[in-house]
């Protein structure tokens, strides 16, 4: 079945510095790619819509200097959060779809917990 | 905007035993997905059920059926006999079907499942 890996699971960076985060459908060509954040017992929010080779959408609310997205292949898109701050900790998760596949199903990486300090 | 709302932040149920979780939408589409998604302690997100809005006839999946009432906009998840391993947070959730499968998920605030054994 369709499988998406995120790298890292965890990371912890200071306070200012850049973390970048991974992507990857593994076993299919992934049109289109999503970043959600969770935080602790909160439900998923969307962050924003990447297809291969354009410019992502980002959700009303989120910062696109802040939150980097790349999806320069059709099977990796990468989340750099810029300048982190402690109100950045949060997991991060991805979704990737092929729209060209006709269900449309969205698959999820494992997450990606992200502590900064 | 749609909204996605799960009245129960916690259920609990007798092993063997069913439970209904609830979760009502809004949106002014007529073209939607409706899913329940589950996340275990691991925090992988994990499709328990799809239904196309234009289909009539309740999806089942084995032990896990819904009840879409369309008019109603409600999509309740229901369990029979409940295992251990169905314990976990369940997230209903909405897409858009006018994206052409580049939609990004609207989430509910979850339901946090207890299993008594």
């Known amino acids: 079945g369709a499988v998406v890996s995120q790298h890292p699971s965890r990371v912890i960076c200071k306070s200012g510095t850049s973390v970048k985060i991974e992507c990857r459908s593994l076993?299919?060509?992934?049109?289109?790619m999503f970043w959600y954040r969770q935080f602790p017992k909160q439900s998923l929010m969307l962050m924003a819509t990447s297809n291969e080779g354009s410019k992502a959408t980002y959700e009303q609310g989120v910062e696109k200097d802040k939150f980097l997205i790349n999806h320069a292949s059709l099977t990796l898109s990468t989340l750099t959060v810029t300048s982190a701050h402690p109100e950045d900790s949060s997991f991060y998760i991805c979704?990737?779809?092929?729209?060209?596949?006709?269900?449309?199903?969205?698959?999820f990486g494992p997450g990606t917990r992200l502590t900064v300090t | 905007a749609q909204t996605v709302t799960q009245s129960q932040p916690e259920m609990s149920v007798q092993e063997a035993e069913t439970v209904t979780l609830s979760c009502t939408y809004d949106?002014?589409?007529?073209?939607?997905?409706l899913f329940w998604y589950k996340q275990p302690p691991s925090r992988q997100m994990i499709l328990v059920i799809r239904?196309?809005?234009?289909?009539?006839q309740n999806a089942t999946e084995n032990r896990f059926s819904v009840n879409f009432q369309k008019a109603a906009k409600s999509f309740s998840l229901k369990i029979s006999d409940s295992q251990l391993g169905d314990a976990a947070m369940y997230f209903c959730a909405y897409r858009s079907g006018a994206g052409g499968g580049a939609d990004g998920l609207t989430f509910g605030k979850g339901t946090h499942l207890i299993i008594q054994p």
């Open positions: 949106t002014s589409e007529s073209d939607y997905y």
């Open positions: 239904q196309e809005a234009y289909k009539q």
């Open positions: 076993d299919f060509q992934a049109t289109t």
């Open positions: 979704s990737a779809t092929s729209t060209s596949s006709g269900d449309y199903e969205q698959y």
